[in-house]
């Protein structure tokens, strides 16, 4: 079965500094991954994803994630974060092949962004 | 407004009641989802369906859960005889899932309390 590693749970960046939000997933075969982030009181929204090609990823808002195959990871990064940044962040996995298209999570890391 | 609808967004009840709670999807999308996701942890997987046929399961959706796509359109998840360990955020998601390309777009939510 696949799972998602999210190692930082709580961040706390000053506005401006870099982010760089870890992801790991564990599963043998081939994986599409997507990056969400839920901003307070709204629904999950996609920032990026990875299917295939270019590993390097970018997404809205200035995010982009880079997939390590070898790693397993796929970190999602930004280089200067704002005070709108402020939401929770998750990593998720899907298994290619087959019919299923389920997406399993990760625990979420909370940005907080400090003016 | 042409995302993801969820009805009711808060439904408080009382142990052992049935309630029921409906999504109406993106109108083009084949696929239509539900996870459940609890304080501090990521949505998990509950059942999806492909136009009207509910074609995976998972083991946290217990007898007392059933999902239903009557049309292919809106989706009604029914949770009988609640449970306080049922409180949780209910999210569904729609995707137009063609050849293993797609993505996801989520509803709002909604919330259960059991007390």
């Known amino acids: 079965a696949q799972s998602v590693s999210q190692h930082n749970h709580h961040v706390i960046l000053s506005e401006a500094a870099s982010l760089e939000l870890g992801c790991n997933y564990s599963y043998g075969g081939t994986v599409n991954l997507f990056w969400y982030v839920q901003y307070p009181g709204q629904h999950l929204q996609l920032l990026l994803k990875?299917?295939?090609?270019?590993?390097l990823v970018k997404g809205i808002k200035g995010f982009e994630a880079e997939f390590i195959k070898s790693k397993f990871s796929f970190n999602l990064r930004k280089p200067s974060v704002q005070w709108s940044d402020t939401a929770e962040y998750f990593c998720?996995?899907?298994?290619?092949?087959?019919?299923?298209?389920?997406?399993?999570f990760g625990t979420g890391t909370r940005l907080q962004v400090t003016l | 407004d042409t995302g993801v609808s969820q009805d009711p967004r808060h439904k408080i009840t009382k142990r052992g009641q049935n309630v029921t709670f409906r999504c109406d999807p993106i109108?083009?999308?084949?696929?239509l989802y539900w996870y459940r996701q609890t304080l501090g942890q990521g949505p998990e997987f509950l059942t999806y369906?492909?136009?009207?046929?509910?074609?995976?399961k998972s083991r946290l959706l217990s007898d007392r859960f059933s999902a239903e796509r009557p049309k292919g359109s809106f989706s009604t998840l029914e949770i009988q005889r609640t449970e306080q360990g049922d409180s949780a955020m209910y999210l569904c998601?729609?995707?137009?899932?063609?050849?293993?390309?797609?993505?996801?777009?989520f509803g709002s939510g909604t919330r259960l309390t059991v007390v």
């Open positions: 369906f492909q136009n009207e046929a509910q074609l995976e």
């Open positions: 990875y299917f295939s090609g270019d590993p």
């Open positions: 998601a729609s995707s137009l899932w063609v050849a293993g390309n797609y993505g996801y777009t």
């Open positions: 998720a996995v899907n298994a290619q092949g087959g019919t299923a298209s389920k997406l399993t």
């Open positions: 109108s083009e999308h084949n696929r």
